[in-house]
């Protein structure tokens, strides 16, 4: 199965900053999408992201806040804008796979202070 | 997609089998389900899915209920790396565009015994 590489793994921000986390596909994935999982939560997603096009946001997410980039096939990035501590969370990029599977990144745990 | 129901914890020692319930009464028969299962401190991974018939991989078995209103996935000698919190989840074969992405529910927290 295809191999995620989520950067940076932890990070700890001042609030009213952004941070872009990236995410690196070792092949060409048609489907990729952002989760988002807040402390002792599931996850929820953010968006799918869309190559070449404008990402689709779930309800409750909104592009000025959660920018997205999907310039190719293989990566895509999500940047979390004027954060709050609110924001202090895991953020997950995936891809849905060949056969069905959805490949989870190791996470970007995000702390805002 | 349909909702499905599991429940908040299950606990089992180590060296049993261990079968996880998922109640999924509206199914609608192009969903598939799925089970995905998160370790502590990382991200989810992928466990099984199926459709109608009963599956078995390397990581567990998955036994559909005939009706499909429930499924169980079974792991049959579960050892503490097994410890996780285990996601039942249905995903419409259909789906498409930007409706794809997985929705996860609070799922059960499995706890090993040793």
């Known amino acids: 199965s295809a191999v995620i590489s989520q950067k940076p793994s932890r990070d700890i921000c001042q609030r009213g900053t952004s941070l872009t986390i990236q995410c690196q596909v070792d092949?060409?994935?048609?489907?990729m999408f952002w989760y988002r999982q807040q402390p002792g939560q599931s996850l929820t997603l953010i968006a799918t992201?869309?190559?070449?096009?404008?990402?689709?946001?779930e309800s409750g997410f909104v592009i000025d806040k959660f920018p997205i980039s999907r310039p190719n096939l293989t990566f895509s990035t999500l940047t979390v804008s004027n954060m709050s501590p609110e924001d202090s969370s895991i953020y997950l990029c995936?891809?849905?796979?060949?056969?069905?599977?959805?490949?989870f990144g190791s996470g970007t745990r995000l702390t805002v202070v | 997609d349909a909702k499905t129901t599991q429940p908040n914890s299950m606990e089992s020692n180590e060296e049993e089998p261990v079968h996880l319930p998922c109640n999924h009464s509206?199914?609608?028969?192009?969903?598939?389900i799925h089970w995905y299962r998160q370790l502590p401190s990382q991200g989810p991974e992928y466990v099984i899915h199926?459709?109608?018939s009963n599956v078995n991989n390397r990581m567990a078995s998955l036994a559909i209920a005939e009706d499909r209103k429930s499924s169980t996935l079974i792991l049959h000698r579960a050892t503490l790396r097994d410890a996780a919190v285990y996601y039942c989840?249905?995903?419409?074969?259909?789906?498409?565009?930007?409706?794809?992405?997985?929705?996860f529910g609070k799922g059960t927290h499995l706890i090993i015994q040793p």
């Open positions: 989840i249905l995903r419409d074969v259909y789906s498409g565009g930007g409706a794809d992405g997985l929705t």
């Open positions: 199926g459709l109608t």
């Open positions: 992201a869309n190559q070449g096009s404008e990402a689709t946001y």
């Open positions: 509206t199914i609608s028969g192009t969903d598939y």
């Open positions: 092949s060409q994935v048609t489907m």
């Open positions: 995936t891809i849905k796979g060949p056969l069905g599977g959805y490949t």
